[in-house]
Structures are given as structure tokens and as C-alpha cells.
Nanobody, 124 residues
Framework: QVQLVESGGGLVQAGGSLRLSCTASRHTLRTNAVGWFRQAPGKEREFVAQITWDGRGTTYLDSLKGRFTISRDNAKNTVFLQMNSLKPKDTGVYYC?????????????????WGQGTQVTVSS
């Protein structure tokens, strides 16, 4: 069973930055597209970003372009989400998810494995 573990969440003031990490146990992510999703309180989970298996392709929620950057280090079996200029509306639980596909889209159905999530809280 693939287990994904997110880390790096926390409380930050508006305008601050956080870097989330996603690692996998008992599995290599090298051949998987990986995505980040988030769920704000009282809202449905939404797509944030995706990175292809080789790191050459990325996709973002349009409204996050320029503030969030997804990257990966396959040697460390880790995918990152750098979040800058954070806003209170970025508050939520952030999940990483791995797809069996090498390239994935924003559709949750394309992701086969999910982490438990890490809380991000941005104060005003």
C-alpha cells in the first residue's frame, strides 16, 4: 500500500511563505504524476497544481499562477509545493496525490493515492 505523507504546513501571516513536502513510503514516485489539492473549510476540495513524472511539465489552478510553484526531487522521492504571498483564502488542508499516470490533469479521479493532508492557516 502506497502511503503519502505531507509536511510543512502551519500558521503563517498573510504575505508569508510555506513550502509543503510530499514523500512516499514503500514506493517510488519517480514514474508518477503528482498533484496537490486543497480543501478550505466548508468548501469542496480543489485542484492546486500538478507535476509530470519527470518534472518537465506543470499545471496550476489559474488563480494561483505566479504565487505557487510545484517541483520535485526524484532522487529524494519528494514533491514540493512552494507557496508565496499567502492570503487568508489559501487557508485549508493541503493534500498530495499520486497518479499511476505519468501525466495527470486536475481531475481527482486520475489520482490513485492520497495523503492525509497538512493544515495551512493564513492569518490576516
Amino acid at each position: 500500500q502506497v502511503q503519502l505523507v505531507e509536511s510543512g504546513g502551519g500558521l503563517v501571516q498573510a504575505g508569508g511563505s510555506l513550502r509543503l513536502s510530499c514523500t512516499a513510503s514503500r514506493h517510488t514516485l519517480r514514474t508518477n504524476a503528482v498533484g496537490w489539492f486543497r480543501q478550505a473549510p466548508g468548501k469542496e476540495r480543489e485542484f492546486v497544481a500538478q507535476i509530470t513524472w519527470d518534472g518537465r511539465g506543470t499545471t496550476y489552478l489559474d488563480s494561483l499562477k505566479g504565487r505557487f510553484t510545484i517541483s520535485r526531487d526524484n532522487a529524494k522521492n519528494t514533491v514540493f509545493l512552494q507557496m508565496n504571498s499567502l492570503k487568508p483564502k489559501d487557508t485549508g488542508v493541503y493534500y498530495c496525490a499520486a497518479s499511476l499516470q505519468q501525466i495527470a490533469t486536475m481531475l481527482e479521479d486520475e489520482y490513485n493515492y492520497w495523503g492525509q493532508g497538512t493544515q495551512v492557516t493564513v492569518s490576516s
